[in-house]
């Protein structure tokens, strides 16, 4: 079976206020079998994706209605999709933030339009893989006095403080829970592609260290092994 019939139920929906950009991505995707929606402004994507979550949201940042970190931040904190940021922006501090808030990848415009088709496609892959491993999960899992619920991405303290995942940090997060005190590597947690930037992995798993080390900088649950990847370092007992 082709790559092009196996595309033929994802939906990619692409926010750019550039009707030649939505074009131009629009038809490089759906000649990859890939159905495809535009939308020129953060509001009416938002209204879509309420209605029917797309596979992959492909973002420019400078949408005129909002930032698009804007949205990038309420996707990845709330809804299950893949987040593609597509961008004049070409700053260090742009891509960070960008990755920060849980995009998975990042592409500067101008772009070859072969290469986001790539890039999506590898996308779609990772995610299929870690949907079965990792956001199917229904049972808690309780490690060093935290109780995490994938179902709801809540995580618990001992003192009843709770704090909410995203799914990039769910994600990560359950790949480490059901492999106690064995080092992952990056590929491992991050699927096939840790995407184009070094520091992806990284600010990810900063981000999950934010809310479940008592002092991030000086992690004991999740240690990284230099030029290796991370263990989580302590026992994990799984609730039905």
């Given at each position: 079976m082709s790559e092009t019939t196996l595309n033929n139920n994802k939906m990619i929906y692409v926010i750019d206020d550039e009707s030649d950009i939505c074009q131009l991505v629009s038809q490089e995707l759906e000649l990859f079998g890939y159905s495809v929606r535009t939308f020129t402004t953060g509001t009416q994507a938002g209204h879509a994706i309420r209605t029917r979550p797309p596979e992959i949201c492909i973002i420019d940042l400078g949408l005129p209605d909002m930032d698009g970190m804007e949205l990038v931040?309420?996707?990845c904190d709330k809804?299950?999709?893949g987040v593609m940021i597509l961008s004049g922006r070409n700053s260090?501090?742009?891509k960070v933030l960008g990755l920060e808030l849980g995009a998975d990848d990042y592409i500067v415009k101008p772009f070859i339009p072969r290469e986001l088709v790539a890039r999506v496609?590898?996308?779609?892959r990772r995610l299929e893989n870690t949907g079965t491993d990792t956001r199917s999960e229904t049972r808690s899992a309780s490690f060093a006095g935290l109780c995490?619920?994938?179902?709801?991405l809540t995580l618990t303290t001992a003192d009843g403080i709770q704090a909410e995942l995203s799914s990039a940090e769910n994600d990560l997060l359950i790949k480490l829970l059901k492999a106690p005190k064995t080092i992952l590597s990056?590929?491992?947690l991050m699927g096939e592609s840790a995407g184009p930037f070094d520091r992806s992995i990284d600010v990810r798993m900063s981000r999950v260290r934010k809310k479940i080390e008592l002092d991030p900088k000086n992690p004991e649950i999740i240690k990284t092994i230099y030029g290796v990847g991370y263990i989580l370092t302590t026992d994990v007992s799984w609730n039905s």
């Open positions: 931040k309420q996707l809804h299950n999709v260090v501090p742009d496609n590898s996308l779609v995490y619920e994938p179902s709801t990056r590929d491992q």
